[in-house]
């Protein structure tokens, strides 16, 4: 609804009124009325009398032309006036001259005069509600002109759902009063041409020199060369000093050149076949999926960092990866300050309107846990996702609807016209340094080729290709618009393209570029000091003890709250029994020893980022990390508050995401190496919402990209009867993943084993990630706690032998297993005093420690039987992984598995199918 649409609704004799009443006390009315009524009767005194209105002074003092009252007629046109403005600021987006191949279609933005009441023969009349445009009283033709001119050109504001006044104001003003006006410097229009040739150029070589071979060009949306520079220029000008951008591979070799400076020898090499990595270093990936880190200096002399994060052809799936490197960044480089570090996010049309990531990203935006100080996303719209039309793609008007989640502008820009690109991304730098928020540039252009070079479009898109085929290149657009503006000449465009080709042609006859020298950042210094993790690095575990005295530190953290400060009930007697483990009984159950490895990394100085959905609590109320006063709701974060020297600890409770939220912390984990980076699945198995993010990032990550990671996801996993959707992790996943060190799996036992785990993830000289089978009623088994001197002597171990067993000789039959089904075993072993049955724990799944299992199985008689011991269905857990990683053929023709039988579902939904399963299990075992 129109801002002053209620206008229209009242009734004439109650505006007589109000004027009646505004005369008298101008303050007596509304604000909106008051200066309404102002503009009236300013329009009268410059413009002349108007027999409808008695001979009263006006509010100003001056004398008023005689007769009775306001005309109704002339008022409600005022009114209709105000309200033209309005739905310009509001739908004339729907009518701008956006799209550069084809005419847009008729979206009913309902802007003619007769809308509103007037007519052709109110061209004429001088209105004040031309005010609202900065023009004081005006004629209506000039309103409708400078309406015209501000919002039917070659872009389309789209910003009127913002509420906030202030920042509606200050865009609106950009908008109204700054664009109409706006003019580049002769050098920046030199500059936007040069990057056009540069861009333009550079596709044309390659499709002459490289026929057939895939590089998703950018023909067609060329003057995104031309608007990501301006952004990094304007950026630069504003306090940025780095610019991370994420996108997929539509014009990413094209950027990867002009844009971040990557020489065009490393490109050409690449499509010559030549760039053939060290294979002990991983696969590699395609060209258009690297990414790349340089530096640049702007015209004035700035130096700004740029990185383009490398992504997989699920388009979209870098998104949330992108702002967790960022905001990695701000919390450890940039000293909280946001606005010295800019994420872009380049999107195509059909994937920012298609996969459901970008929803997830987009809401997280202004949550405490995500917020990196406003994002810009640039969408390359070229009406087309892989052969399908828009109307087939979406059901929104625009591919950039999820905007209007956060009320973020949108600017839609016509892509043959660099210099409004330009603009559009200078708008939209400065609109994200001053609000920190998010903003949408929406570039309207076209695709020459198909999805890729050897695809042929024209077998879905006959018409619109054909239209393409004769459509000029947005350089020879604007070459010839500043010939016309007498900018340049013709010869001037012609040597600036002859002298590009020559280049590129010297760069294939491998003549070197100079690139910026590139000084890495802290963060990547502390990389390059970690080496690539494999082989004998998993044959034994650091040293990962801290001392009494840490112990006893983060005990008293751990159980004091501020004065003042009223927990609940519940966690009076929590704390009671904190006070108790640390200071008395001295023996520590899980969430005990979890808060107790996050406190000791904080003494190191190194921060702790949990996130997940309840992770301050914990899903099963067992951690209870941030407490909340009983009355006032108010937080206090015990480990916080360990000692002054400490570094932050950050548990944010997500929203209800899991692909966007892994992937977020993904890239926070791989921004900061010395950070200890976590995310908590509710239940392990809600964890498949992610699987993208699993298969293309961090089990492949390394391997592809040469990017190591130390993430950690704890997955709560064990059966207890809660069903087939709270009860299974889907190991068998992540082990099918794992290979060539990629990953660290495991399932353990002790609380004890558990803080070693995580603290080994960085205390090792190299990162992997770390997926953890965590557990649901183990956090509360009597049995499962560890005492004090396992935490301050010893390190992780990958295999506990049966400690029970007084003669391994007399053992006859040995049970491997791994998680929770081992308390299962514990209890009948002890109830039956079974000294001829050992229970071997494998606490590490992968890498598989093989030397420590075959040890410890050396101790027992070659005829002692062997089985490995599951609570998963036969399909599932660890069996046939067992069978591919433990190559002791001897132990593997003797194993015999003990599980679940093969299920399509993981788990029966009900508890006595569960408990009869569980008794089978343990009774199998034993027999």
């Known amino acids: ?55 009263n002074t006006t509010s100003n003092g001056q004398a008023r032309p005689s007769s009775g009252s306001i005309s109704e007629e002339m008022l409600q046109k005022e009114v209709g006036v105000r309200q033209l403005i309005n739905a310009y600021r509001s739908r004339a987006h729907l009518v701008s001259d956006t799209n550069p191949v084809r005419k847009r279609k008729d979206r009913k933005a309902r802007l003619d005069l007769e809308d509103f009441g007037l007519s052709i023969a109110d061209l004429n009349t001088v209105f004040s509600a031309g005010s609202y445009l900065g023009m004081g009283s005006a004629k209506l033709s000039d309103i409708l002109d400078r309406l015209k001119k501000i919002y039917y050109g070659y872009i389309g504001f789209e910003f009127m759902s913002i509420r906030e006044p202030e920042v509606l104001s200050w865009i609106q003003e950009k908008i109204e009063h700054e664009y109409p006006g706006h003019e580049f410097s002769h050098e920046d229009k030199r500059r936007i041409l040069s990057k056009l040739n540069e861009a333009v150029v550079f596709e044309n070589f390659l499709h002459t020199k490289f026929v057939g071979q895939k590089r998703f060009s950018l023909e067609g949306g060329e003057s995104t060369i031309a ?34 400076g990557k020489t065009y020898d490393e490109v050409f090499n690449e499509f010559e076949g030549q760039a053939v990595p060290d294979e002990t270093m991983g696969d590699g990936d395609v060209k258009y999926h690297l990414g790349f880190s340089s530096q640049i200096e702007t015209h004035n002399g700035k130096k700004v960092r740029l990185d383009l994060s490398p992504n997989p052809s699920h388009l979209e799936a870098v998104d949330p990866v992108v702002l967790g490197v960022v905001r990695a960044k701000v919390d450890s480089i940039y000293e909280k300050d946001s606005k010295r570090i800019l994420p872009i996010l380049i999107h195509g049309d ?50 950039t609807d999820v905007s209007q989640l956060i009320e973020s502008p949108v600017l839609h820009v016509n892509g043959d016209h660099p210099e409004e690109v330009a603009y559009a991304m200078k708008l939209a730098v400065e609109f994200r340094q001053r609000y920190n928020r998010d903003i949408f540039v929406d570039m309207v252009c076209y695709r020459r080729h198909g999805h890729n070079e050897s695809d042929e479009p024209k077998f879905t898109q006959p018409k619109l290709y054909n239209i393409i085929a004769k459509h000029q290149n947005p350089r020879e657009i604007y070459i010839k618009k500043l010939v016309e503006q007498g900018e340049v000449n ?51 575990s650091p040293d990962t003890s801290i001392s009494a005295t840490t112990v006893e530190a983060v005990g008293h953290a751990l159980t004091t709250v501020p004065d003042g400060f009223k927990p609940l009930k519940q966690i009076d007697k929590l704390i009671a029994e904190r006070k108790e483990m640390f200071f008395d009984k001295k023996v520590f159950n899980w969430a005990a020893a979890e808060l107790m490895a996050y406190g000791s990394i904080l003494l190191d100085n190194k921060i702790v980022r949990i996130t997940g959905q309840d992770v301050q609590r914990g899903t099963f109320s067992h951690r209870h990390a941030v407490l909340n006063d009983a009355e006032t709701n108010e937080k206090y974060s015990s480990l916080d508050n360990i000692g002054k020297l400490q570094a932050p600890f950050y548990i944010y ?48 990550g390394e391997s592809k990209w040469g990017r190591s990671n130390g993430l950690i996801m704890l997955l709560p996993h064990g059966y207890e009867g809660q069903g087939p959707e709270h009860s299974n992790a889907r190991p068998e996943r992540y082990l099918q993943l794992a290979a060539e060190y990629n990953i660290v799996l495991g399932n353990f036992t002790t609380p004890a084993n558990f803080f070693h785990a995580i603290r080994r993830q960085l205390t090792w000289d190299f990162r992997k990630p770390l997926i953890v089978m965590t557990p649901k009623s183990m956090l509360r088994h009597p049995k499962c706690i560890s005492p004090v001197e396992d935490f301050t002597k010893g390190k992780f171990e990958e295999v506990y032998d049966d400690a029970s067993i007084k003669d391994p000789k007399k053992v006859e039959k040995v049970l491997l297993c791994t998680g929770k089904i081992y308390y299962d075993l514990l209890e009948k072993q002890e109830k039956e005093n079974r000294q001829d049955v050992a229970i071997v724990r494998v606490e590490q799944l992968h890498p598989f420690p093989e030397k420590k299992v075959n040890d410890i199985l050396s101790k027992y008689s070659k005829h002692t039987s062997l089985k490995w011991v599951q609570e998963e269905p036969v399909n599932m857990g660890y069996w046939t992984y067992i069978l591919r990683a433990y190559r002791n053929e001897e132990q593997l023709i003797k194993m015999r598995l003990v599980s679940r039988k093969p299920s399509a579902s993981p788990a029966t939904g009900f508890p006595k199918v569960h408990k009869r399963e569980t008794d089978r299990i343990v009774t199998a075992a034993f027999e």
């Open 1 to 55: 609804m129109d801002k002053y649409s209620y206008i229209a609704n009242a009734h004439g004799d109650y505006i007589e009124q109000m004027y009646e009443s505004f005369k008298q006390d101008p303050s007596s009315v509304d604000e909106s009325w008051k200066r309404f009524f102002e503009g009236f009767e300013f329009s009268l005194e410059k413009f002349g009398e108007n027999p409808e209105l008695d001979t």
């Open 227 to 260: 608007g990501l520079d301006t952004a990094i220029f304007t950026g630069a000008d504003l306090g940025v000093e780095e610019v991370v951008i994420g996108m997929a591979h539509r014009g990413r070799l094209n950027v990867l050149t002009n844009i971040m």
């Open 350 to 399: 059909a994937a920012i309107a298609g996969q459901g990531i970008v929803y997830e990203t987009v809401q997280m935006s202004n949550l405490a846990g995500y917020d990196v100080g406003g994002t810009i996303h640039f969408v390359i719209n070229n009406q087309v996702g892989f052969t399908t039309d828009f109307d087939d793609a979406r059901s929104s008007i625009y591919c």
């Open 490 to 540: 013709a010869q001037l465009a012609k040597q600036m393209d002859k002298e590009f080709r020559r280049l590129l042609q010297d760069r294939l006859n491998d003549v070197r570029q100079n690139p910026l020298p590139y000084r890495p950042q802290e963060l990547e210094i502390q990389w390059k000091q970690l080496k690539r993790g494999h082989g004998d690095d998993f044959d034994n």
């Open 653 to 700: 409770n997500s929203l209800l995401s899991e692909y966007g939220v892994l992937g977020f912390e993904y890239g926070y984990a791989m921004a900061n190496p010395s950070a200890l980076t976590i995310w908590e699945a509710q239940f392990g198995d809600f964890s498949n919402g992610a699987q993208t993010m699993i298969d293309q990032f961090i089990t492949s």
